[in-house]
Antibody, heavy 125, light 109 residues
């Protein structure tokens, strides 16, 4: 059974750093595309970042240069290192597995088939 | 960057049909996916590849995509369908970004 469990959220002051973890079971993180999606209180879903199985990483403009997505293959765990946090980063952060497809141009991400339960990050003084 | 536009809210009586639209420039050329999110819960995939249903999703949920509009259709709406619904595409043409619509609150009257 596929499971994703996020940890690491909490209250942090503006300008601070936090690392979120997403422990996966039932599949291998390194063989899949993995993503972080966040949801500010009362707002919609916002894509944050993705890491491809080959290691390429991509970010939303709102977090580029401040957040880093990574994985630990030995722990089958996905991470999101968040630096220079701002009040507008306050949200529930979900990790999700991303399916992908292949065409003549290469591999491309598709939809999010499994989601964790989310972890709340609150940035406030 | 690519933008998806959804109506903020849709209301429907039980037993009727709800249609939730998702607008985007030439969205018909992309694969559109839909998620249902109930309060306090993580999103759940209800439609992928425009019109395919994951196992466990009722046949009442269907999707279509053409031109500049994708549509999620829920037939014979039940009280348990009340939730937020989000459309999603992947904008691989520009820096490989995931894109979500703003979400639509479905209210069952």
């Amino acid at each position: 059974e596929v499971q994703l469990v996020e940890t690491g959220g909490g209250l942090i002051q503006p300008g601070g750093s936090l690392r979120l973890s997403c422990a996966a079971s039932g599949f291998t993180v390194s063989s899949n595309y993995m993503s972080w999606v966040r949801q500010a209180p009362g707002k919609g879903l916002e894509w944050v970042s993705v890491i491809y199985s080959g290691g390429s990483t991509y970010y939303a403009d709102s977090v580029k240069g401040r957040f880093t997505i990574s994985r630990d293959n030995s722990k089958n765990t996905l991470y999101l290192q968040m630096n220079s946090l701002r009040a507008e980063d306050t949200a529930v952060y979900y990790c999700a597995r991303v399916t992908y497809y292949y065409d003549s141009s290469g591999y491309y991400p598709n939809y999010f088939d499994y989601w964790g339960q989310g972890t709340l990050v609150t940035v406030s003084s | 960057s690519y933008v998806l536009t959804q109506p903020p809210s849709v209301s429907v009586a039980p037993g009727k049909t709800a249609r939730i639209t998702c607008g985007g420039n030439n969205i018909g050329s992309k694969s559109v996916h839909w998620y249902q999110q109930k309060p306090g819960q993580a999103p759940v995939l209800v439609i992928y590849y425009d019109s395919d249903r994951p196992s466990g999703i009722p046949e009442r949920f269907s999707g279509s995509n053409s031109g500049n509009t994708a549509t999620l259709t829920i037939s014979r709406v039940e009280a348990g369908d009340e939730a937020d619904y989000y459309c999603q595409v992947w904008d691989s043409s520009s820096d490989h970004r995931g894109v979500f619509g703003g979400g639509t609150k479905l209210t069952v009257l």
